[in-house]
């Protein structure tokens, strides 16, 4: 897992009208906060931040007025219209050693046995409990020759060392379906409908 260095500076100024404010400037607020201190209002550096957030689950060494601070994204609000538009930003600290539960991408590999087969991701992330300085950024799971009925529970997803769930070991994260054929309407259906009425 990469950390990415980002100076933040405090922010005085709260409110709908300083957070435009500090959008206007490419900057993005934010709060830091977690280990039972009072939340540190942020402004970030917008570009920085969003390339840093292309990572799930980005380490985030925050330098805030010369102290450094391990951080990770725990929520992220985006414009609606615009997702390269960062809006607010909550962080938590962390620190090395610390244990967090985070959500991180699950990811397939491999064809589907031959036929119409569809395959149905229940769960698009698998909860689970690493290390915060050795987070995972995704896991791979092989669905090759998988055939419809057949489905990947979350003790079958193979997990980095120091990781493990935290969710329920037989949830279903992914399943295969037979592909439904739409039936056609029968002839005449219509018709019939309409001589009864």
Same mark, same amino acid.
């Given at each position: ?5 980002i100076s933040a500076e405090v922010r005085t100024e709260f409110?709908?009208?300083?957070? *435009?404010?500090? *959008?206007? %400037? ?24 969003? $390339?840093?957030? *292309? ?25 609606? $219209? ?7 930003? @909550?962080?938590?600290?962390? *620190? ?14 491999? %064809? ?16 689970v409990e690493a290390e915060a300085t050795h987070i995972p ?9 998988? @055939? ?5 529970l979350a003790k079958d997803i193979p997990l980095p060392a ?5 969710? @329920?070991? @037989? ?15 029968? %002839?005449?259906? %219509? ?7």
């Open positions: 897992m990469s950390e990415v260095k409110g709908k009208g300083a957070s *435009r404010r500090v *959008r206007r %400037e490419n900057k993005v607020p934010g709060v830091l906060y977690g280990h039972g201190a009072d939340p540190v209002h942020l402004t970030l550096p917008g570009h920085e931040l969003l $390339l840093a957030l *292309r990572t799930p689950n980005v380490l985030i060494s925050l330098d805030v007025d010369g102290k450094t601070q391990l951080a990770i994204p725990k929520a992220v609000q985006r414009d609606a $219209l615009r997702q390269g538009i960062l809006k607010h930003v @909550d962080l938590l600290l962390v *620190r090395s050693g610390e244990k967090v539960t985070v959500e991180i991408p699950v990811h397939t590999e491999g %064809e589907l046995a031959p036929g119409s087969n569809l395959l149905e991701h229940l769960l698009n992330t698998l909860p950024t995704e896991v791979t799971v092989s669905i090759a020759g998988l @055939d419809a009925g057949a489905s990947i120091g990781s493990k769930l935290a969710i @329920d070991e @037989d949830a279903v994260v992914i399943q295969v379906m037979a592909a439904q054929a739409e039936e056609a309407p029968a %002839e005449g259906a %219509e018709g019939d409908a309409s001589a009864e009425a």
